[in-house]
């Protein structure tokens, strides 16, 4: 039996699910920095859980682009306000786990993670514009 599928129906089971990740990437984050930082315990230790999590992440996002399931005026307003806090983010994990001692240690940290959201940032743009070409959406 077919059942009809009502759009509000649709739209809530999408929004408890955006919800529900969320929830697990920050408690999955907490739990990164609780073991890393509280804990003090190596990396050795829970790699499995911070594998789980640098893969998870970065796919949804990767995904989101791949599909065009984004707004360009969102991309320019939101990638403002997240590269800044990824590199300071970097930045203040390194510098606790002692890795940054010197000024030219500090510039090496910030050019690799320049480096990395570069590419990153290029993969998501180079995704979303063979998302609309494929849709003939391009200008």
């Not at 510039?107 to 998501?124: D, I, K, N, P, Y």
Request: aromatic content about 16%; proline content about 2%; charged content about 15%.
């Amino acid at each position: 039996m077919n059942m009809v599928r009502d759009e509000r129906i649709i739209q809530a089971r999408r929004r408890i699910a955006a919800s529900g990740f969320h929830i697990w990437y920050i408690l999955l984050l907490a739990n990164l920095l609780y073991r890393q930082f509280y804990l003090g315990q190596p990396w050795n230790e829970y790699w499995d859980i911070a594998l789980i999590f640098f893969i998870g992440a970065p796919y949804v996002t990767i995904a989101t682009f791949a599909q065009g399931a984004v707004y360009e005026t969102s991309i320019i307003r939101h990638g403002k306000r997240i590269a800044p806090s990824v590199l300071i983010t970097i930045v203040v994990l390194m510098y606790f786990q002692g890795r940054i001692n010197t000024v030219v240690e500090l510039l090496t940290v910030v050019t690799e993670a320049l480096l990395g959201l570069s590419m990153f940032g290029l993969l998501c743009y180079y995704l979303y514009r063979r998302w609309e070409k494929k849709s003939d959406l391009a200008d």
